[in-house]
């Protein structure tokens, strides 16, 4: 018994290093949420900023796809087996090592497609909504309220229903999202 506790009380080869990667994972994604949404926001004021109805629902429609797209990666990664990316590994798939990395990180991937980047679509996506009920109701001389009121209802609908969809997508084909991503990121990389 004294023995057990002695030994559960000694930190493991390595745990160290383990534990200064993890202290440095909140500071990094809260500067990458930082960046994500000024990247976003900056986006959405200069395509906003002469455009007309057609353009302004159309970026709108964009970040909810975008936060759509990005949650289904998040589930994928979270709920995909890494046997199938074994065997493409044996055969040489080149991104096939991108795919391990991801599900080994899946906790990360998750945070930062689901939270970071979804939430920043969500919040961009409502000042995009804001400012097209803004120039709706000064253009048409519209109800502001039941303006806002059908709009916020729309977005949420779209990003909810689109969620759900997305959800199930992910679940049913984590296997082949999580390998398209991989291609993607592998060909990022060479370039």
Do not use: Y
């Given at each position: 018994m004294e023995n057990q506790k002695k030994a559960r009380a000694k930190k493991a080869p390595g745990s160290e290093?383990?534990?200064?990667?993890r202290d440095y994972w909140v500071p990094k994604i809260f500067f990458m949420s930082i960046v994500i949404s000024a990247v976003f926001s900056l986006v959405s004021s200069n395509v906003?900023?002469?455009a007309g109805y057609i353009v302004a629902f159309l970026l709108l429609m964009a970040f909810i796809l975008i936060g759509i797209?990005?949650?289904?990666?998040?589930?994928?990664?979270?709920?995909?087996?890494e046997r199938p990316f074994h065997s493409m590994a044996a055969h040489r798939e080149k991104s096939a090592s991108c795919a391990l990395r991801l599900?080994?990180?899946?906790?990360?991937?998750?945070?930062?497609?689901?939270d970071v980047v979804g939430d920043i679509s969500g919040i961009v996506s409502g000042s995009t909504a804001?400012?097209?009920v803004t120039r709706l109701c000064a253009s048409f001389d519209l109800d502001s309220v039941l303006m806002s009121l059908v709009i916020s209802a729309l977005v949420s609908g779209?990003?909810?229903?689109?969620?759900?969809?997305?959800?199930?997508?992910?679940i049913n084909n984590s296997t082949q999202v999580v390998h398209t991503v991989s291609r993607v990121i592998y060909m990022v990389r060479r370039k």
């Open positions: 290093k383990g534990q200064k990667k906003l900023e002469g797209l990005f949650d289904v990666v998040g589930v994928s990664v979270t709920v995909a087996d599900i080994r990180n899946a906790e990360k991937v998750s945070s930062v497609c689901n804001a400012v097209i779209l990003t909810i229903g689109g969620k759900a969809i997305g959800k199930k997508i992910a």
